[in-house]
């Protein structure tokens, strides 16, 4: 596994959006977060997207662009969406190509019934105007993400100090 060092271009992948059209983070302008969650499957990613949802503002506020995206097929991330009635634009069919492009863990389905195909472990990246990566965290787990809130403050605060990508002198 590669993981995108932090200052890299963030790759210049797309999926499929709910709704029409596509999420292509490196494609837009100014600061955007991507979340990578693991699915409809996942019973912790319903709690941290529903928090995500609760950031929307402050996000906006911060100038961010939110995000979320996973390996889910449309009906799965549709059902969800519809349950959940998150805000942000929500992306579905990321590939197991795409997954290793953003250097995230992918797991195999442990059985059927938890879900059919394998799936990106949890991943956030903050992307700034120049369509760098400024923070990036990708986990093996479900079980450790990012507190979402400490991420939106930091994002006012880079754009407020002009604080520089930091951890690129690996």
Request: aromatic share 8%; glycine share 10%; net charge neutral.
């Amino acid at each position: 596994m590669n993981a995108i060092p932090a200052g890299a271009p963030f790759p210049a992948i797309s999926v499929p959006r709910l709704g029409g059209g596509e999420v292509a983070p490196a494609a837009m302008e100014g600061w955007r977060l991507v979340v990578v969650y693991r699915g409809k499957h996942c019973p912790l990613c319903k709690p941290y997207l529903t928090g995500l949802d609760g950031l929307i503002d402050t996000f906006a506020e911060a100038g961010v662009q939110v995000m979320a995206i996973s390996a889910d097929p449309q009906e799965k991330a549709a059902a969800d969406a519809a349950e959940y009635k998150w805000r942000f634009p929500l992306g579905y069919g990321l590939t197991i190509a795409q997954m290793r492009e953003l250097g995230l863990y992918v797991s195999d389905p442990r059985s059927p019934q938890e879900t059919d195909r394998p799936f990106a472990e949890p991943g956030l990246f903050l992307i700034n105007p120049a369509g760098t990566v400024q923070i990036v965290d990708v986990s093996n787990a479900p079980f450790a993400r990012p507190d979402l809130a400490a991420i939106a403050r930091g994002a006012k605060r880079i754009q407020e100090m002009n604080y520089p990508i930091r951890g690129t002198n690996r």
